[in-house]
């Protein structure tokens, strides 16, 4: 009895196995579903690569970049629910098992050569993405290489128009780029014509003889033969220097010589901190002076010059009159000025957003591989309070088409959005005045 007894129970088992365990769709609610292809639940840290000036010329600048983007690292990888902006409400990616961020950083030393064995190098180590370079001619060729291996290449501040212009599929740039600058700063030379009576008319262009400075001045080229030449501007010149410029007296000569109405410059922070001092010993004193995104907006120029930096503009994404009225920049701000004892600038506002948009990119992809987490970057509109602008999208060459960035002007040793008129903090100053009446 007790032997059919078991036989019975056996067969009854055999029949439910049978009519509860043959599709899928019904398994038992407490057995996990199998993880999709490339799931990374088990990782504990991503790498990605940070390509900048670390040391050379443009070192001061490399290392502030640098801090710019260990802020964004220790958002990501704390808890900081009082910043509202993504990632910063847990610890590391959720979406990874909050899998910590690691920034391993390389340096270019402004060489372009360096920055692409760099990249490579950074990629054979097991990086999921880069940022950087800051010098638009080192981002080239770095980009390049990222674009060999499919690996997504996020720059925050390099603005050489030309970059996007390649058709690269795994590239995007936080910045405005020198095209949107130029159309920017000719913009803004027409309304302090119409407002202020500037009778701004005829520009020139010093740049350094590189891959950012060169396609500035072309965009300067461009745009006064498509549109503004019709507007009433000329260009009556262009001065060219040496990226390892130590002297710039023929250059101001050069610059004087063209007796321009306006001056655009595409130069570092030790070359416009040279071409200032020059601009006082020789008493030059255009109308007006713009600066493309480098030297100009880096905090070191009010620093190195005091109050002969008042008077200079030019585009920045960032000015320190608008923490008051955003407090995820006030906050950012603040980690940021504990690290430097200064407080952010544009590029280094750009390089940290670059960290945050590839970050939040390999987040919402769930995957470490390239195409899913570039597929994303391109379908998605990121959060970025942060921004004036709120927001970063990149259009399909890979520009940031949401324009983060306004012209600024240094009055009192401080950076005053000046244009356009609905975000401005303070009337421009134009003329500049002259040296001896300061």
Not at 309 to 334: Q, R, V
Request: charge should be negative; hydrophobic fraction near 45%; include cysteine.
């Amino acid at each position: 009895m007790k032997t059919k007894l078991v036989f019975l129970l056996v067969g009854i088992m055999l029949v439910a196995v049978f009519f509860t365990g043959c599709t899928p769709a019904e398994q038992p609610t407490d057995v996990e579903e199998p993880e999709a292809d490339g799931a990374t639940e088990s990782i504990e840290t991503v790498k990605i690569g940070a390509i900048l000036p670390l040391t050379g010329s443009a070192a001061a600048t490399g290392v502030k970049l640098q801090a710019a983007m260990e802020v964004a690292q220790e958002i990501i990888n704390g808890e900081y629910p009082d910043i509202a902006i993504p990632l910063a409400k847990e610890a590391g990616l959720p979406n990874l098992g909050n899998a910590k961020l690691e920034i391993v950083f390389a340096d270019h030393q402004g060489n372009p050569e360096m920055a692409k064995s760099e990249a490579e190098r950074l990629i054979d180590e097991g990086v999921v993405g880069l940022v950087g370079c800051y010098h638009s001619s080192a981002t080239k060729p770095a980009s390049q290489a990222a674009e060999q291996y499919g690996i997504p290449f996020v720059a925050g501040s390099s603005s050489s128009a030309a970059l996007t212009e390649r058709g690269l599929n795994y590239f995007v740039r936080v910045a405005p780029n020198d095209d949107i600058e130029t159309e920017m700063f000719f913009d803004y030379l027409i309304y302090l014509n119409e407002n202020y009576d500037a009778d701004i008319k005829t520009v020139a262009v010093a740049y350094v003889d590189n891959e950012f400075g060169v396609h500035a001045k072309e965009m300067v080229e461009k745009w006064v033969k498509e549109k503004y030449e019709a507007l009433g501007f000329e260009l009556v010149g262009t001065v060219a220097y040496a990226a390892d410029v130590t002297n710039v007296d023929t250059e101001v000569q050069q610059i004087s010589s063209l007796n321009a109405d306006a001056v655009f410059h595409a130069s570092y922070i030790a070359d416009i901190t040279m071409f200032v001092n020059k601009y006082k010993e020789f008493g030059i004193a255009p109308k007006a002076v713009l600066n493309y995104c480098g030297g100009f907006q880096d905090t070191q120029f009010v620093v190195n010059l005091g109050n002969d930096a008042d008077y200079f503009a030019g585009g920045a994404a960032f000015s320190a009159e608008k923490l008051g009225d955003m407090p995820e920049l006030a906050a950012i701000n603040a980690m940021y000025k504990a690290k430097t004892n200064a407080d952010l600038d544009g590029p280094a506002l750009e390089e940290f957003s670059s960290v945050m948009v590839l970050a939040e990119a390999i987040n919402i992809a769930k995957s470490l591989d390239g195409d899913d987490i570039m597929n994303v970057i391109k379908s998605t509109t990121f959060d970025a309070p942060y921004y004036a602008a709120g927001a970063i999208r990149f259009d399909d060459s890979g520009q940031n088409e949401i324009l983060a960035s306004y012209m600024v002007q240094t009055q009192g040793g401080k950076y005053h959005a000046v244009y356009p008129a609905d975000i401005a903090t303070a009337e421009p100053v134009v003329p500049i005045p002259a040296w001896d009446r300061r």
